[in-house]
């Protein structure tokens, strides 16, 4: 739950053990130029061609100038899983790398962690220590089974999942199927009604902190700030959800068996309606799935439609931010002759985030208004 206080940054206590029944029916990484659940599916695959995982193939080219690197990250896996055979580079971005390979009879994926900063470190132990809960506590979702791990040089090795990302990049380019929404849908709502054990997660954000600090980063106005603490002091004796809290499509395998939620690094407790907000924020061209997802987080009543608010601001906030830095970096670097120019894509999709933002900003002012 929130307490109350001055500052709005109370913390969440955690909810008392219940007994939920399952509904029935039924992956932060920043960098906006890559998906994360396509390295665990094993690559982009176009729609139609089956939810099958292609086969490993491929060389590791350990010549060049990243050749030196990739013989450490393979040597610090070595360590912990001797048995580990590198086959492809499934994806390079400044935070990790991730090698595809075997182990034994079973195919992996090896996550080597690049960010050595305090915030990225901390993430990818919180990661480890994720995996590490569900050996004993299984989530209601099918999840990677994990192989090994050494957090202290950065290293988790997971089961590769069959299975191919309900998404290819964390904002889709394309509208994705119903049918592949309604599955993600399904899988977060489970996710959410899940209880594990007290103590085994804590609460990654602290909403209070957030609001002030991204105020004073001239991101939220004056008015928005009053709103939002408002509404956060309304919240302060509410139950808090278990949510993955990075619910992209591009974390999501879909597969025969049933969909597959990885990259659980900013997993734990969250004000109601974190990872649905997250998903109407990357469903910018699917209007009836972004209705469908705003009725549901406001079913509860006011109660959760005012958590599902907060948790919308922030959540675009945060990726106006982000892709804002994207903008001015791309605008830094040249684009190659030849290359797609990912610096207007991105300044196309900021567009859409701030008309985004202030649809949630009038919602949040009516909601006040209603208090």
């Given at each position: 739950?929130?307490?109350?206080s001055?500052?709005?940054?109370?913390?969440?206590?955690?909810?008392?053990?219940?007994?939920?029944?399952?509904?029935?029916?039924?992956?932060?990484?920043?960098?906006?130029?890559?998906?994360?659940?396509?390295?665990?599916?094993?690559?982009?695959?176009?729609?139609?061609?089956?939810?099958?995982?292609?086969p490993?193939?491929?060389?590791?080219?350990?010549?060049?100038?990243?050749?030196?690197?990739?013989?450490?990250?393979?040597?610090?896996?070595?360590?912990?899983?001797?048995?580990?055979?590198?086959?492809?580079?499934?994806?390079?971005?400044?935070?990790?790398?991730?090698?595809?390979?075997?182990?034994?009879?079973?195919?992996?994926?090896?996550?080597?962690?690049?960010?050595?900063?305090?915030?990225?470190?901390?993430?990818?132990?919180?990661?480890?220590?994720?995996?590490?809960?569900f050996?004993?506590?299984?989530?209601?979702?099918?999840?990677?089974?994990?192989?090994?791990?050494?957090?202290?040089?950065?290293?988790?090795?997971?089961?590769?999942?069959?299975?191919?990302?309900?998404?290819?990049?964390?904002?889709?380019?394309?509208?994705?199927?119903?049918?592949?929404?309604?599955?993600?849908?399904?899988?977060?709502?489970?996710?959410?009604l899940?209880?594990?054990?007290?103590?085994m997660?804590?609460?990654?954000?602290?909403?209070?902190?957030?609001?002030?600090?991204?105020?004073?980063?001239?991101?939220?106005?004056?008015?928005?700030?009053?709103?939002?603490?408002?509404?956060?002091?309304?919240?302060?004796?509410?139950?808090?959800?278990?949510?993955?809290?990075?619910?992209?499509?591009?974390?999501?395998?879909?597969?025969?068996?049933?969909?597959?939620?990885?990259?659980?690094?900013?997993?734990?407790?969250?004000?109601?309606?974190?990872?649905?907000?997250?998903?109407?924020?990357?469903?910018?061209?699917?209007?009836?799935?972004?209705?469908?997802?705003?009725?549901?987080?406001?079913?509860?009543?006011?109660?959760?439609?005012?958590a599902?608010?907060?948790?919308?601001?922030?959540?675009?906030?945060r990726?106006?931010?982000?892709?804002?830095?994207?903008?001015?970096?791309?605008?830094?670097?040249?684009?190659?002759?030849?290359?797609?120019?990912?610096?207007?894509?991105?300044?196309?999709?900021?567009?859409?985030?701030?008309?985004?933002?202030?649809?949630?900003?009038?919602?949040?002012?009516?909601?006040?208004?209603?208090?």
């Open positions: 739950m929130y307490a109350a001055a500052s709005v940054s109370a913390p969440l206590r955690p909810p008392r053990p219940q007994h939920i029944r399952p509904p029935q029916g039924g992956g932060p990484y920043l960098d906006p130029s890559h998906a994360v659940g396509a390295a665990f599916g094993g690559g982009r695959t176009r729609r139609g061609s089956g939810l099958g995982t292609p490993l193939s491929g060389r590791i080219d350990l010549s060049g100038p990243d050749g030196a690197e990739l013989r450490s990250l393979i040597a610090s896996v070595h360590r912990i899983c001797p048995e580990f055979t590198p086959v492809q580079v499934l994806r390079r971005s400044g935070r990790s790398v991730l090698l595809v390979g075997t182990a034994g009879r079973t195919s992996v994926v090896a996550k080597c962690l690049l960010d050595r900063s305090a915030a990225g470190t901390e993430r990818f132990r919180h990661e480890i220590a994720t995996y590490r809960t050996v004993r506590h299984r989530p209601p979702v099918r999840v990677p089974r994990l192989i090994a791990a050494d957090p202290d040089n950065g290293i988790l090795v997971v089961e590769r999942m069959p299975g191919r990302p309900a998404a290819a990049q964390r904002h889709p380019a394309d509208t994705p199927p119903r049918a592949d929404v309604r599955v993600a849908l399904g899988a977060v709502c489970r996710v959410n899940w209880r594990p054990p007290v103590g997660f804590d609460m990654p954000l602290d909403y209070g902190k957030h609001i002030i600090r991204y105020h004073e980063l001239g991101l939220l106005t004056d008015r928005d700030l009053g709103d939002l603490q408002k509404l956060l002091h309304g919240l302060a004796h509410v139950q808090g959800q278990f949510c993955h809290g990075d619910a992209l499509l591009a974390n999501m395998l879909l597969s025969p068996a049933g969909p597959v939620l990885v990259d659980w690094g900013q997993a734990g407790w969250y004000l109601p309606g974190y990872d649905l907000a997250t998903l109407w924020t990357v469903l910018g061209d699917a209007p009836v799935a972004r209705r469908q997802i705003s009725q549901h987080a406001q079913a509860a009543g006011t109660t959760s439609r005012d599902f608010l907060v948790n919308l601001m922030l959540v675009l906030t990726e106006i931010r982000t892709y804002e830095t994207a903008v001015q970096r791309a605008q830094q670097e040249p684009t190659p002759p030849g290359a797609p120019d990912t610096g207007e894509e991105h300044r196309l999709l900021l567009r859409r985030l701030h008309d985004d933002c202030a649809l949630a900003r009038r919602a949040v002012r009516a909601a006040v208004g209603t208090r």
